[in-house]
């Protein structure tokens, strides 16, 4: 699910859709308008999948497209190599939510965990 929203709107923090990635902002940087064009605004975001640093540089009234991102509970089931099976606390499904070397010494089974729901893919949210 995305919204439109313009780039004017954007705040550092929040999320944005850059590539058909889910972003989260790092940095904005407004410019003044010139004697012919328009103020622009260059956003610096980090992909929240991929981990890759992205940027535009776009009109401050430019639509874009904002992802809606869903943090959730779920309690571990079980830990495999490459995914871990969550139960959500909310509706009792069981997804696969793939995590990383470092994310498995984090988890135990039986445990809560909060994690990401973002355009139909998920990923743990382990701070």
Do not use: W
């Given at each position: 699910?995305k919204e439109q929203v313009e780039?004017?709107?954007?705040?550092?923090?929040?999320?944005?859709?850059?590539?058909?990635?889910?972003?989260?902002?790092?940095?904005?940087?407004?410019?003044?308008?010139?004697?012919?064009?328009?103020?622009?605004?260059?956003?610096?975001?980090?992909?929240?999948?991929?981990?890759?640093?992205?940027?535009?540089?776009?009109?401050?009234?430019?639509?874009?497209?904002?992802?809606?991102?869903?943090?959730?509970?779920?309690?571990?089931?079980?830990?495999?190599?490459?995914?871990?099976?969550?139960?959500?606390?909310?509706?009792?499904?069981?997804?696969?939510?793939?995590?990383?070397?470092?994310?498995?010494?984090?988890?135990?089974?039986?445990?809560?965990?909060?994690?990401?729901?973002?355009?139909?893919?998920?990923?743990?949210?382990?701070?």
């Amino acid at each position: 699910m995305k919204e439109q929203v313009e780039v004017r709107e954007l705040k550092e923090g929040r999320y944005v859709i850059i590539d058909e990635e889910p972003c989260i902002i790092k940095s904005i940087s407004h410019s003044k308008p010139g004697k012919h064009g328009s103020a622009k605004a260059r956003v610096d975001a980090i992909g929240i999948f991929d981990n890759q640093k992205k940027s535009i540089v776009q009109p401050v009234t430019t639509k874009i497209y904002v992802p809606t991102v869903e943090r959730k509970t779920g309690q571990v089931l079980s830990i495999g190599d490459t995914s871990v099976q969550l139960m959500d606390l909310g509706s009792y499904a069981t997804i696969d939510v793939p995590i990383t070397e470092d994310q498995k010494s984090k988890i135990e089974e039986g445990k809560e965990v909060a994690y990401l729901a973002v355009m139909g893919r998920t990923k743990l949210d382990i701070r």
